[in-house]
Each structure stands twice: as structure tokens, then as C-alpha cells.
């Protein structure tokens, strides 16, 4: 059993107030092989009117008299570019511009609170839900999902249980009693009446085999599966308006806030446990070997506003990738404050550095899966699979390079914090690394396409050189001896066109054979101007245009 089921102690830290973001980046699967690409997937769900869950949130930059200085704080953190991303541009009536934002945010209010349930033996954790948002981006077919909520006065260890078991999307296994390893025991939704509008589905084993034998592909527990609807799984039998997959593995990233009356007092452990969602334990105990985590501070641990020996220094970072934590003193004003605080901070500007980071890699993963699927699906024998695939490159290298001067930024703030923060957080992703990855294999897709046009036009330019090389002899010969050859001026018309489709068929006849032969005249064209070559070997060549062994034309 986890931990989380062992005797909380009176020495366990309580932490004061508890507050959990989890990201679930989503692909956008086409129903059909082929069908159009789409742009603005949102306009889906606003077609289906007020049955569907999710509405759109208006911005802050509506009426003045409700922006608030979180907003302006918000605002001002981010590089200009970022900040055109974001928000969008306000441009003034008949200037273009940027525009709009290409972010759609839309939000669903249904779902007040969850309950966590997360083995037999712990009581039930009651956790308020502040947002529910899926975010989609102009152009790309990705989504995300971001859900939020909180608590207050929980056990450490009951927080680690909790960043370790609840963004689970599916088991990894099964336990001896039918738990879903790593698992909660259960979820619930619940609406603001108390009322139960989904629960998990993690111990339903049969579920989950079954669904990955027939379509080899992972299933999805029932809750989450209920909070994206109208939104369904590909290859599930659910009808959706939109279909999704997952990008990456069974565990969502996540940001969590801790605010703990004493930071100091956590132990390495501790901190271990946040910073890498490890299992929870006890606080003189390491996650992992001492091994592994020698240069856990240097790699993990942003310690700017961190002193162990400085109770003034009290803030810390943490950050694998994964996972993005800060730990605080509860009674720290400027840790603690929701609007201008670091707790309000935690929630608007590091969240959106956390959303950019990881919709970033999700874009990434994504271009990677539309080129692998466009090589898979390209047969070069036939010829409507050729130019299938040359439309979906286009389209793709299109996308990139739309990608690469809307969406992606090596910066995202000048601010010192924001700054390293999203440095250190793109370098556990290794974004950079898979952008590199992903611009070279564009790049190396478009050099085939160059290639190979070259390549088919330098063909087409034999073919014409041979045709117009042979009609140069008729050409001449005509040119010389005129058209007062046979006199047929007087004749009646119809021996006039007797005499045209006379000439005119072994002309065409010619040409036909001569494209047919083109590259085998273009070999005998070659040697008969290459010195080095006798006559033999260059009639040789002319003999070959006419009889050529079986084994040299496969």
C-alpha cells in the first residue's frame, strides 16, 4: 500500500493551503484519412449550441473598469511577441495587425468540487474546483486541458499521495485487490449540490485490456473521460464532435502550489518527493538512491529566494519537466497573497509559462506523428500515393513554418524569474532539442520534394531533347528541299487530306516511339559525342535502343 495509507503523525508538516494545476495536452485525430484540415476546431463546440458544457471566456481586456492590477502584472511579464500570442493586439478600426489572439479559451462550470478517495484505508479528501479550461490554438490540432483545485490543511503526506496518484489518465497495472496501480481508489465529480456526475473507473481491468487488444491504443478512466465531453475518444464508440488521442504518457503535467508554516523544516526527502511526484514517504527517508539525486538541488531546485540559514529566504522552486512546485511560508504575505502575492502569480503568470513550455512539446510530438503518417502511407509505384504525399508535406511544411513565427519563443520574459524559470523548465522538456529534431526532418522532407521535381524535370528534359533532336533531321530536310515536292494544289480536298493523314501518322507514330525510347536515344545521343567511345561501341549503343535483354529493363 502507498504510504498515504499509513498513520499520519502529529510530526507530519501540514500544509496550509494546497493548490494543483494539472496540464492534459491533447492531439486532434481527423475522423477520416483525408478530410480537410480545420483551423478553428472551437467553432466546432460553439455549433452545438447550450447543450454543449463549455463556453468560451471573454478576456480581461473588455471593460477598463475590471482590469485589475493582476492583469496588468500578468501582462507586463511577458516579451512583447508573447504577449501578441497571449492577448492578441487591440488594433484601431481599419489598421491591420495582429489581431486576435490565436488561443480560444472555453470553460465548463458544472464540476464545483472533486472528491479523492485515495485507498480503502484513507478517508475521503474534499477539494474545491477553482477552473476547468480547454485551451485550443488557431491552426494546429492541439488542445489542452487545464484543471485546478485546492485545499486547505492536508498532511504532507497526504499531498504527495495526491500529486502522485490523481493525473492519472489510465492504470499503468493492477494491484492483488483490483486497484489500479498508482492509482486513487476513486474519483468523483460532483456538482455544487453535491450530486455525483462521474466517478473513476481505474479497478475495471477488463476495461482497459480490451480496449488496447482491439485498437492498440490506451483507454481512459471514466471521469476524465466524462469531463471532455462533447469531445470523444478516438477509436471509443462514443460520438463526439471532435476527436482526441493522447501525446504523450498516462501522467499529466502538473503545477502545484504548497504554502507549509515552516519550509525549513521539510527535509531533502521532502523536497525530493514535490519536485519529482515521487511516491509519498517518510521525511528521513530519500524517493531514490543517494545516487541519483547527488546533484538533485543543481538540476531540480531553483534556490533564488531559497537560504536554509535565512528565514527572510523562504520561497522555493522546484521543476522536472513534469511536474512545476512552489514552496512557501503560509505566513509570508507577499508567498500567500491570491492577487498580487506569489500565491496570484503562481496562478496566472507561471501557469501560462507552464502552459507555453508544454504546448510547445505537444506541437512538436504532433508535427513528428504527421510526418512519420505521411512516409508510412507513401507507396513511390503509385502515382496517386506520390502526390498525396506530397500534398500532406506542403501542408505540414506549411504549418511549421506558420508554427515557428507565431507560437514558438526561446524567451518568454525578460524578467529574471520568468526567465530562468522557463529555461529551466524547456530544459528538462528538451524542446529545443526536439524542435532541432523535428526542423531538420521538415527540412530533409522538402529536400526529397526539391529532388525529386528536379529530378522529373531533368527527365521531361531528356525526353524533349531526344524528340526535338530527331525532328531536327525532318525539320531540315524539308526546310531544304521545300514543299513544291509533290505538287497537290490542284488536287480535290479530300486528296489534300488523304496526303495530311498520310504525313501526319508516321509523324505521330515517331514521336511516339521516340519519347518511348528517349532515354535509350539520350544514351546513344551520349556516346555517339564522346570521343573516347569507336564507332562499335557506339553503334552498339543505337542497337541497344531496339533490342534490350529482359534482366537490363528490370
Known amino acids: 500500500m502507498n504510504s498515504a495509507s499509513q498513520t499520519v503523525s502529529s510530526a507530519t508538516p501540514i500544509v496550509r493551503h494546497f493548490r494543483q494545476i494539472l496540464l492534459w495536452p491533447l492531439q486532434i485525430v481527423r475522423p477520416q484519412a483525408g478530410a480537410p ?15 454543449c458544457p463549455w463556453k468560451e471566456v471573454d478576456d480581461e481586456f473588455g471593460d477598463p473598469a475590471d482590469f485589475q492590477e493582476r492583469h496588468y502584472k500578468e501582462f507586463i511579464t511577458f516579451l512583447p511577441y508573447v504577449q501578441r500570442f497571449l492577448y492578441g493586439e487591440g488594433n484601431r478600426a481599419g489598421q491591420a495587425g495582429y489581431g486576435k489572439s490565436p488561443i480560444r479559451v472555453f470553460r465548463r462550470r458544472d464540476i464545483a468540487r472533486v ?31 487545464a484543471f485546478e483545485f485546492f485545499a486547505n490543511d492536508l498532511p504532507l503526506l497526504l499531498v504527495e499521495d495526491v500529486l502522485f496518484k490523481v493525473g492519472r489518465t489510465y492504470p499503468g497495472f493492477w494491484e492483488a485487490n483490483g486497484q489500479g496501480g498508482q492509482c486513487p481508489y476513486r474519483v468523483e465529480w460532483l456538482s455544487a449540490s453535491g450530486d455525483v456526475l462521474a466517478a473513476s473507473d481505474y479497478e475495471n481491468r477488463r476495461k482497459y485490456l480490451h480496449f488496447v487488444c482491439r485498437n492498440r491504443s490506451p483507454n481512459i478512466a471514466a ?47 521532502d523536497f525530493a518527493r514535490l519536485a519529482l511526484i515521487a511516491k509519498a514517504g517518510p521525511s528521513d527517508t530519500l524517493p531514490y538512491s543517494e545516487t541519483e539525486l547527488t546533484d538533485f538541488e543543481n538540476r ?26 512552489v514552496v512557501g511560508k503560509a505566513s509570508e504575505r507577499f508567498f500567500a497573497d491570491p492577487e498580487t502575492g506569489l500565491l496570484g502569480q503562481f496562478r496566472h503568470q507561471y501557469f501560462l509559462v507552464n502552459l507555453i513550455a508544454h504546448f510547445h512539446k505537444a506541437t512538436l510530438m504532433l508535427f513528428s506523428e504527421w510526418l512519420v503518417m505521411a512516409i508510412s502511407q507513401l507507396d513511390i509505384r503509385d502515382m496517386d500515393s506520390v502526390k498525396r504525399f506530397k500534398r500532406e508535406i506542403r501542408r505540414v511544411m506549411e504549418t511549421f513554418l506558420r508554427f515557428t513565427h507565431r507560437y514558438w519563443f526561446h524567451e518568454v520574459s525578460n524578467q529574471a524569474q520568468a526567465r530562468d524559470l522557463f529555461r529551466l523548465l524547456t530544459g528538462h522538456l528538451e524542446t529545443d532539442r526536439i524542435y532541432q529534431d523535428v526542423s531538420a526532418a521538415v527540412k530533409e522532407m522538402n529536400q526529397y520534394l526539391d529532388s525529386d521535381g528536379l529530378r522529373r524535370q531533368a527527365n521531361t528534359v531528356i525526353r524533349l531533347t531526344v524528340v526535338t533532336t530527331l525532328g531536327l533531321i525532318a525539320t531540315v530536310a ?51 559525342s564522346d570521343d573516347r567511345l569507336g564507332w562499335r561501341e557506339k553503334w552498339g549503343v543505337l542497337f541497344r535502343v531496339f533490342y534490350r535483354p529482359r534482366d537490363k529493363l528490370i
Open 115 to 145: 472528491r479523492v478517495i485515495l485507498d480503502e484505508q484513507t478517508p475521503p479528501l474534499l477539494f474545491q474546483v477553482a477552473h476547468v479550461d480547454l485551451h485550443f490554438f488557431y491552426d494546429l490540432d492541439i488542445i489542452i486541458l
Open 478 to 528: 524539308t526546310g531544304f528541299l521545300g514543299m513544291n515536292i509533290f505538287d497537290e494544289a490542284d488536287n480535290p480536298l479530300w486528296v489534300k487530306g488523304l496526303v495530311f493523314l498520310g504525313v501526319l501518322t508516321p509523324s505521330v507514330l515517331l514521336v511516339i516511339y521516340a519519347v518511348t525510347k528517349s532515354k535509350a536515344l539520350s544514351d546513344f545521343l551520349e556516346a555517339l
Open 37 to 51: 484540415h480545420i483551423s478553428k476546431y472551437w467553432e466546432l463546440l460553439e455549433a452545438v449550441g447550450d447543450a
Open 300 to 325: 531540480y531546485c531553483y534556490d533564488k529566494f531559497w537560504d536554509p540559514t535565512n528565514p527572510a529566504l523562504s520561497s522555493r522552486y522546484l521543476c522536472c519537466g513534469h511536474a512545476f512546485v
Open 223 to 269: 471521469h476524465w473521460e466524462f469531463l471532455l465531453r462533447p469531445l470523444a475518444l478516438y477509436n471509443s464508440n462514443q460520438e463526439g464532435v471532435i476527436y482526441y488521442r493522447q501525446i504523450e504518457y498516462h501522467r499529466m503535467p502538473l503545477l502545484a502550489y504548497v504554502s507549509v508554516n515552516d519550509p525549513q523544516a521539510l527535509t531533502r526527502g
